[in-house]
T-cell receptor, first 112, second 115 residues
């Protein structure tokens, strides 16, 4: 079955600290993976995506993600979190027809 | 250029009434998707349109839900005889083509509340 799991529902980090949001996927073929961010009252904005090539992907706003096939993971990282990064983060896998299957999301809070 | 727009931004309706939600995709995008975001179910796919092909309706939760796309551009999602469980944020997205790797650009959503 195709699925995406984000084990952490809510994470709190201090401003300036590093961040890692976990994502595990289940997909039979080569996965096409995405991270989106959703600020309150907003739609989803693409942070980065992976579909081939280098397993370390750079995105916007200083985010990066690493694809690890052996672990079926696509974790999102940022070396130093800013207060403006507080939002909800969604990992997704692209399926046939372009339909996205999303994880449940991780809500990030940033302490001053 | 303009992004994906949706209207209305908020809709409050009474149980049993019909509602129409509108999506204007990015100009030139041939693929259009509808998703629903609710507390219990997270983000789930509803339907997508690609050009003049038959839409993929596999995610529609019941026959009370329908959608159309006129002229390959604007789309309307219609919910008939609304129920309280239909309360959710309905998100529309568009992409330049239907492909697993293509980026979908999302609108701000329509928050539907069924009383």
């Amino acid at each position: 079955a195709q699925s995406v799991t984000q084990p952490d529902i809510h994470i709190t980090v201090s401003e300036g600290a590093s961040l890692e949001l976990r994502c595990n996927y289940s997909y039979g073929a080569t996965p096409y993976l995405f991270w989106y961010v959703q600020s309150p009252g907003q739609g989803l904005q693409l942070l980065l995506k992976y579909f081939s090539g280098d397993t370390l992907v750079q995105g916007i706003k200083g985010f990066e993600a690493e694809f690890k096939r052996s672990q079926s993971s696509f974790n999102l990282r940022k070396p130093s979190v800013h207060w403006s990064d507080a939002a909800e983060y969604f990992c997704a896998v692209g399926t046939q027809g372009g339909k996205l299957i999303f994880g449940q999301g991780t809500e990030l809070s940033v302490k001053p | 250029g303009a992004g994906v727009s949706q209207s209305p931004s908020n809709k409050v309706t009474e149980k049993g009434k019909d509602v129409e939600l509108r999506c204007d995709p990015i100009s030139g995008h041939t693929a259009l998707y509808w998703y629903r975001q609710s507390l219990g179910q997270g983000l789930e796919f509803l339907i997508y349109f690609q050009g003049n092909s038959a839409p993929d309706k596999s995610g529609l939760p019941s026959d009370r839900f329908s959608a159309e796309r006129t002229g390959g551009s604007v789309s309307t999602l219609t919910i008939q005889r609304t129920q309280q469980e239909d309360s959710a944020v309905y998100l529309c997205a568009s992409s330049s083509k239907v492909a697993r790797s293509d980026t979908q650009y999302f609108g701000p959503g329509t928050r539907l509340t069924v009383l």
